[in-house]
């Protein structure tokens, strides 16, 4: 069965570092998330992708966040610098298309930042 | 805004003890519901889609229905391994893609 891979499953890091997750989704999703997900609270979207182009980006923080998916195909969300704030479990999901579609979620990044 | 509520937060149940989780919104333009299950340290696991008032679907021992303001999902005769929290989420207005998830219910079954 077709599932979405994401990496590390679990990164610590210290405040004012930079870190790096990926995601692959599944083959022929064109549709990719990220979401966070704090403790005891449901995921938030992040960003968005359609292809290769960004379609919602308006709740990534900008000033330390950034996420590419270059050729349309996996996907890499950074941070940097990290703070203590931003521990989390950050999630990646993939659809077949933006509408109406199910949202296949992988298993996620856990983040502890020192 | 659009705005999703779960209820309970937490429900513990004994094996075999039937019940039901609730989920309501707040949108402009439902285009679709969804619940997953979400086991500790992992990511939600797709469970239904409902797309309009009156729809039900049923997965062995879950039947999730939908009205124009809720959603329940009904847990019959549930077992230990049912154990998980239960995420709603809701997917609203003109192209708009993006799922609100609920705060989610933590359901424990106990043997």
């Known amino acids: 069965e077709a599932e979405v891979a994401q990496s590390p499953r679990y990164k610590i890091t210290e405040k004012s570092q930079a870190v790096a997750f990926w995601c692959d989704p599944i083959s022929g999703h064109a549709t990719l998330y990220w979401y966070r997900q704090i403790l005891g609270q449901g995921p938030e979207l992040l960003v968005q992708?359609?292809?290769?182009?960004?379609?919602?980006d308006s709740q990534l923080p900008k000033d330390r966040f950034s996420a590419e998916r270059l050729k349309g195909v996996d996907s890499t969300l950074k941070i940097q610098p990290a703070e203590l704030g931003d521990s989390a479990m950050y999630l990646c999901?993939?659809?077949?298309?933006?509408?109406?579609?199910?949202?296949?979620f992988g298993p996620g990044t856990r983040l502890t930042v020192t | 805004e659009d705005q999703v509520t779960q209820s309970p937060e937490a429900l513990r149940l004994q094996e075999g003890e039937s019940s039901s989780l609730n989920c309501s919104y707040t949108v402009s333009g439902l285009r679709g519901l969804f619940w997953y299950r979400q086991d500790p340290g992992k990511g939600p696991e797709f469970l239904f889609t409902?797309?309009?008032a009156g729809e039900e679907k049923e997965k062995e021992r879950l039947k999730a229905t939908l009205t124009k303001k809720e959603s329940f999902l009904h847990i019959t005769a549930p077992k230990p391994e049912d154990s998980a929290t239960y995420l709603c989420a809701v997917q609203a207005g003109q192209g708009a893609q993006k799922l609100v998830f609920g705060q989610g219910t933590r359901l424990t079954i106990n043997p």
């Open positions: 992708f359609q292809d290769e182009s960004v379609v919602d």
């Open positions: 409902l797309y309009s």
């Open positions: 999901a993939s659809s077949l298309g933006l509408y109406s579609y199910e949202q296949y």
